[in-house]
């Protein structure tokens, strides 16, 4: 994470993947700061926060939206600025972007940005993951941050292996996220669709003695697409 900006009594902090792809910063415990927008705002942690102009709603906790002004109150925010670039893939690949399967031949193109660790926040999985019969009690996670770009059309890869808990948010394009009940894609079950500001509804897992189950899962661009992943690691 880059040093932060003193904006009046609030601490922007720019994070390390942040570009003309989407402009990237964290707030810390800030109480009805004024946003300019469009801009999508991404509750990182389990709690509420709150969003408005006027007459303010919660933003309940591993949720997003896009604001065009007015205010946001919570403890932890990621605002994230919603631009239309195009020739994406050539600027993902020029701020030096992974190539998660390394450019071979047939496979597809899915670009990762570096990754940033944001802090940690307190989470009950039983509430975050909307498990019955699992043992309630808040637990320390580690947040992590990183974006991904694919161009329209990609299947970025079934799989079903984390060992954390995982959202995604959509920045630019239309994408979405789809469930299987195999490796292969005719199993294909759900669709979750995706446009900017938008967060999947509620994380794949489910947790089973300290370890995450995840079905098979993946991310499918529909149009060129930037979208973030979250990730939280327990401590």
């Not at 605002?79 to 994406?88: A, T, Y």
């Not at 995706?194 to 947790?207: D, K, M, R």
Request: charged residues 15%; contains cysteine.
């Amino acid at each position: 994470m880059t040093s932060g900006v003193i904006m009046g009594t609030v601490l922007l902090e720019e994070l390390s993947f942040s570009s003309v792809l989407a402009h990237a910063t964290v707030l810390r415990d800030v109480q009805e700061y004024e946003v300019a927008g469009p801009t999508v705002v991404v509750n990182l942690t389990g709690s509420d926060a709150f969003v408005g102009h006027g007459q303010s709603s919660a933003l309940p906790g591993f949720s997003s939206t896009i604001l065009h002004g007015g205010t946001m109150t919570g403890a932890l925010l990621m605002v994230i600025s919603v631009e239309k670039v195009p020739n994406g893939e050539q600027i993902a690949r020029d701020l030096g972007w992974a190539d998660f399967y390394g450019g071979e031949p047939g496979l597809p193109v899915l670009l990762r940005s570096g990754q940033d660790t944001i802090g940690t926040v307190r989470l009950d999985p039983a509430v975050v993951l909307h498990q019955p019969g699992l043992n309630s009690g808040e637990k320390t996670f580690s947040v992590k941050a990183n974006l991904w770009f694919s161009p329209a059309g990609t299947d970025c890869g079934i799989h079903n292996r984390h060992d954390f808990i995982e959202v995604h948010t959509q920045i630019s394009g239309l994408g979405r996220m789809q469930k299987f009940t195999s490796q292969e894609y005719a199993s294909l079950y759900e669709d979750q669709q995706l446009s900017p500001g938008n967060t999947n509804p509620v994380p794949f897992c489910l947790e089973r003695e300290g370890t995450f189950i995840y079905p098979w899962h993946q991310y499918r661009a529909d149009t060129d697409c930037v979208w973030l992943a979250l990730e939280y690691h327990p401590s």
